[in-house]
């Protein structure tokens, strides 16, 4: 499984252009294709989500040109698709699915629509049972009230009003209230239930009057389309930046000082999700707002836990329960039911992931309950993401708290292809200092010195293929059985503490160091797996205020975001004189040219191996130690760190 490995965050600050609603470009999609005339559509998001729509609409006849630059040019059909049957896949797109359903059974045709697996699972059945009233030919290919659908050419009789369920999903009655302008008659929709998520509708009903049908509205209850309603092309229309997107930001703004500023959204926005800053600033956070820009820093004292009715904002709410493990005091978000039929369910996939970290969590059918703890553990198998774009970005929020690593972060291109490359350009990580080198090189005690004077933990990484090799060799495992050490790396019980290292709990001591270990470890780091293994283990060193890590892929692997790369080195002759006096000086035999001949084979075995060989790389400065005193090593290091922190 692909993943991602986000160091320890130390703050957020900067600006952020927003994509394109995700809600706002599919609805002007699809009614700039059911419209009379070319519509040119501006700032269009681009994701899989609208990739389907925009495959599906040319799939029907529509013309659908790129004009470059998020550009299109849809040409409108006049609510007459031109490809009368065809077989549409529309991945876990619901905003393509939905209102796709309602306005192919009700122009006529034969059509098939089918989705991912999970879109296979996400209810339809209240839309279907609309349509079937005003006399469309709906069959379920799968389960009953489940898609894959097969829509039939049928006569349709608009009689009394149609009666809906607003208590599911609300994209129901925005499929059906954009369809209904294509019957030109006069067609009221009755909500049963109470309507959720309100502000999509309102989304719905500000898309549908630019371009040109006005909805009577009685409340939340009745809606009325009257005969003689057409869609007909505004000409051009921007798609405002994506309101829900704009919550990862300013809760990092919220979470880590800020000032962060999102722009496409303001005060003057359609969507709903806007109101997200309002929970935020109930949280203490202080929001501010222009007409179409956002932006949030953190409260002085820290983020307060809210308890909060989240209806209004389903999608955003998300953003509130993982902000919520940096807020004093337990979240409750409220009304929320809809989460379970989304891109997964979402409150058991929250829930789970947010237990993993060591968060405190109650679950109800429609609420979360969120206590944070102080500290937070970084799950070594990493935070699953369900296939769900907005588990991913929510729990990036996280890495404020640990380094942390989030499972198939691609799932993000639903709606934000670009989300992790925007989170790094305004946030700032915890640094890293690497250092690699060969064997007996003076890189350990150069990297624990420099560690020590910045005040940054330190890591060995070398101590790692040390302990590997080690505690395969009391499990009777052969250093050249790949898969048996791979799984001795994968569960190494292993702390550091100061300058202890322990192993299932006993100190180690000097067992890693002696000449054995050295060769089982040069071994065992040539096992592709087993540095695999290890790669995480390494990573969450990468915390707050900062690292030194000394190795030999620190800089190219592991840690390839350093604020400083260092290939520390020495002659060979050097350093077998310094390893043979630091093995007298520990009481152990030694002979040195026996030394040399060893240290030339493990720095060709560790600059031969085909994984993450020993190397400078590029962005490495040479730091070579044949004539220079450790202090001296240690002082050009820290001069080197403040040149590249400055
Ligand atoms: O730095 P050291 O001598 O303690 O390292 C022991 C072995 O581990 C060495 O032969 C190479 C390997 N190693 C590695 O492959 N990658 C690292 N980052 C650190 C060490």
Same mark, same amino acid.
């Given at each position: 499984?692909?993943?991602?490995?986000?160091?320890?965050?130390l703050?957020?600050?900067?600006?952020?252009?927003?994509?394109?609603?995700?809600?706002?470009?599919?609805?002007?999609? %699809?009614?700039?294709?059911?419209?009379?005339?070319?519509? !040119?559509?501006?700032?269009?998001?681009?994701?899989?989500?609208?990739?389907?729509?925009?495959?599906?609409?040319?799939?029907?006849?529509?013309?659908?040109?790129?004009?470059?630059?998020?550009?299109?040019?849809?040409k409108g059909?006049?609510?007459?698709?031109?490809?009368?049957?065809a077989?549409?896949?529309?991945?876990?797109?619901?905003?393509?699915?939905?209102?796709?359903?309602?306005?192919?059974?009700?122009?006529?045709?034969?059509?098939?629509?089918?989705?991912?697996?999970?879109?296979h699972?996400?209810?339809?059945?209240?839309l279907?049972?609309?349509?079937?009233?005003?006399?469309?030919?709906?069959?379920?290919?799968?389960?009953?009230?489940?898609?894959?659908?097969?829509?039939?050419?049928?006569?349709?009789?608009?009689?009394?009003?149609?009666?809906?369920?607003?208590?599911?999903?609300?994209?129901?009655?925005?499929?059906?209230?954009?369809?209904?302008?294509?019957?030109?008659?006069?067609?009221?929709?009755?909500?049963?239930?109470?309507?959720?998520?309100?502000p999509?509708?309102?989304?719905?009903?500000?898309?549908?009057?630019?371009?040109?049908?006005?909805?009577?509205?009685?409340?939340w209850?009745?809606?009325?389309?009257? @005969?003689?309603?057409?869609?007909?092309?505004?000409?051009?229309?921007?798609?405002?930046?994506?309101?829900?997107?704009?919550?990862?930001?300013?809760?990092?703004?919220?979470?880590?000082?800020?000032?962060?500023?999102?722009?496409?959204?303001?005060?003057?926005?359609i969507?709903?999700?806007?109101?997200? &800053?309002?929970?935020?600033a109930?949280?203490?956070?202080?929001? !501010?707002? #222009?007409?179409?820009?956002?932006?949030?820093?953190?409260?002085? #004292?820290?983020?307060?836990?809210?308890?909060?009715?989240?209806?209004?904002?389903?999608?955003?709410?998300?953003?509130?329960?993982?902000? @919520?493990l940096?807020?004093?005091?337990?979240?409750?978000?409220?009304?929320?039911?809809?989460?379970?039929v989304?891109?997964?369910?979402?409150?058991? @996939?929250?829930?789970?992931?947010?237990?993993?970290?060591?968060?405190?969590?109650?679950?109800?059918?429609?609420? %979360?309950?969120?206590?944070?703890?102080?500290?937070?553990?970084?799950?070594? !198998?990493?935070?699953?993401?369900?296939?769900d774009?907005?588990?991913?970005?929510?729990?990036?929020?996280?890495?404020?708290a640990?380094?942390?690593?989030?499972?198939?972060?691609?799932?993000?291109?639903?709606?934000?292809?670009?989300?992790?490359?925007r989170?790094?350009?305004v946030?700032?990580?915890?640094?890293?200092?690497?250092?690699?080198?060969?064997?007996?090189?003076?890189?350990?005690?150069v &990297?624990?010195?420099?560690?020590?004077?910045?005040?940054?933990?330190?890591?060995?990484?070398?101590?790692?293929?040390?302990?590997?090799a080690?505690?395969?060799?009391?499990?009777?495992?052969?250093? &050249?059985?790949?898969?048996?050490?791979?799984?001795?790396?994968?569960?190494?019980?292993?702390?550091?503490?100061?300058?202890?290292?322990?192993?299932?709990?006993?100190?180690?001591?000097?067992?890693?160091?002696?000449? !054995?270990?050295?060769?089982?470890?040069?071994?065992?780091?040539?096992?592709?797996?087993?540095?695999?293994? $290890?790669?995480?283990?390494?990573?969450?060193?990468?915390?707050?205020?900062?690292?030194?890590?000394?190795?030999?892929?620190?800089?190219?692997v592991?840690?390839?975001?350093?604020?400083?790369?260092?290939?520390?080195?020495?002659?060979?002759?050097?350093? &077998?004189?310094?390893?043979?006096?630091?093995?007298?000086?520990?009481?152990?035999?030694?002979?040195?040219?026996? $030394?040399?001949?060893d240290l030339?084979?493990?720095?060709?075995?560790?600059?031969?191996?085909?994984?993450?060989?020993?190397?400078?790389e590029?962005?490495a400065? %040479?730091?070579?130690?044949?004539?220079?005193?450790?202090?001296?090593?240690?002082?050009?290091?820290?001069?080197?760190?403040?040149?590249?922190?400055?």
């Amino acid at each position: 499984m692909e993943f991602l490995d986000l160091p320890q965050l130390l703050s957020a600050a900067g600006t952020v252009r927003l994509p394109g609603s995700k809600s706002i470009s599919n609805r002007v999609l %699809l009614l700039a294709a059911l419209a009379d005339g070319e519509t !040119e559509v501006r700032d269009l998001l681009a994701s899989d989500d609208t990739s389907r729509m925009l495959e599906a609409l040319q799939a029907l006849g529509v013309g659908v040109t790129a004009l470059g630059q998020e550009a299109w040019l849809i040409k409108g059909c006049g609510g007459k698709f031109p490809v009368r049957q065809a077989e549409l896949f529309l991945g876990n797109a619901g905003t393509a699915f939905r209102p796709l359903t309602a306005a192919l059974a009700l122009a006529g045709g034969d059509y098939v629509l089918k989705g991912v697996a999970r879109m296979h699972e996400r209810p339809i059945g209240d839309l279907v049972d609309g349509l079937r009233q005003l006399g469309a030919d709906v069959t379920y290919l799968g389960n009953e009230g489940y898609p894959p659908l097969h829509l039939k050419p049928a006569s349709i009789r608009p009689e009394g009003a149609v009666k809906v369920r607003g208590d599911v999903s609300s994209q129901f009655l925005t499929g059906l209230l954009m369809a209904l302008p294509l019957l030109g008659e006069t067609v009221a929709v009755d909500v049963v239930g109470e309507l959720i998520s309100k502000p999509y509708i309102e989304i719905t009903l500000a898309t549908m009057a630019r371009f040109g049908v006005v909805v009577e509205r009685e409340g939340w209850q009745r809606f009325t389309v009257r @005969a003689g309603s057409r869609y007909v092309s505004p000409g051009t229309v921007y798609v405002e930046g994506d309101a829900s997107s704009a919550s990862y930001f300013l809760a990092l703004g919220a979470i880590g000082g800020g000032p962060l500023r999102v722009e496409g959204v303001g005060r003057d926005s359609i969507q709903g999700d806007v109101k997200f &800053a309002e929970a935020l600033a109930a949280m203490g956070a202080e929001i !501010e707002m #222009g007409p179409n820009w956002m932006e949030a820093r953190a409260p002085q #004292g820290g983020l307060l836990a809210v308890d909060l009715d989240c209806n209004h904002i389903p999608d955003a709410a998300m953003t509130l329960a993982t902000t @919520a493990l940096f807020a004093k005091g337990v979240t409750t978000l409220r009304n929320i039911a809809s989460w379970r039929v989304k891109e997964t369910d979402r409150i058991a @996939a929250m829930a789970a992931e947010l237990r993993k970290l060591g968060a405190e969590v109650e679950e109800g059918e429609d609420y %979360l309950r969120v206590t944070p703890v102080t500290r937070l553990a970084s799950p070594p !198998e990493g935070i699953d993401t369900y296939d769900d774009h907005r588990m991913a970005m929510c729990f990036s929020l996280a890495a404020f708290a640990t380094p942390l690593r989030i499972n198939d972060p691609k799932c993000v291109a639903k709606t934000f292809p670009d989300y992790f490359e925007r989170f790094a350009s305004v946030t700032r990580a915890a640094p890293v200092i690497a250092i690699d080198g060969p064997s007996a090189s003076g890189k350990g005690s150069v &990297a624990a010195r420099v560690a020590t004077e910045l005040g940054f933990s330190y890591l060995d990484s070398g101590a790692l293929y040390r302990l590997t090799a080690l505690a395969a060799r009391r499990a009777e495992v052969d250093w &050249a059985d790949e898969a048996g050490v791979a799984a001795i790396a994968a569960e190494l019980d292993v702390e550091f503490i100061g300058e202890d290292i322990l192993l299932g709990g006993i100190a180690v001591g000097d067992a890693i160091r002696t000449e !054995e270990m050295s060769a089982g470890a040069s071994k065992v780091a040539a096992l592709p797996t087993v540095r695999e293994a $290890l790669l995480f283990r390494q990573r969450v060193f990468n915390a707050a205020p900062g690292l030194v890590g000394d190795g030999r892929d620190m800089g190219s692997v592991v840690f390839p975001q350093a604020v400083l790369k260092v290939f520390l080195t020495a002659s060979a002759e050097v350093r &077998a004189d310094r390893r043979y006096k630091q093995l007298i000086n520990k009481g152990f035999s030694a002979n040195l040219p026996d $030394l040399l001949a060893d240290l030339r084979q493990r720095d060709e075995r560790d600059s031969q191996r085909s994984v993450a060989p020993l190397r400078q790389e590029a962005d490495a400065r %040479l730091l070579d130690t044949s004539a220079l005193t450790i202090e001296e090593a240690v002082r050009q290091v820290l001069d080197w760190t403040a040149e590249a922190m400055k």
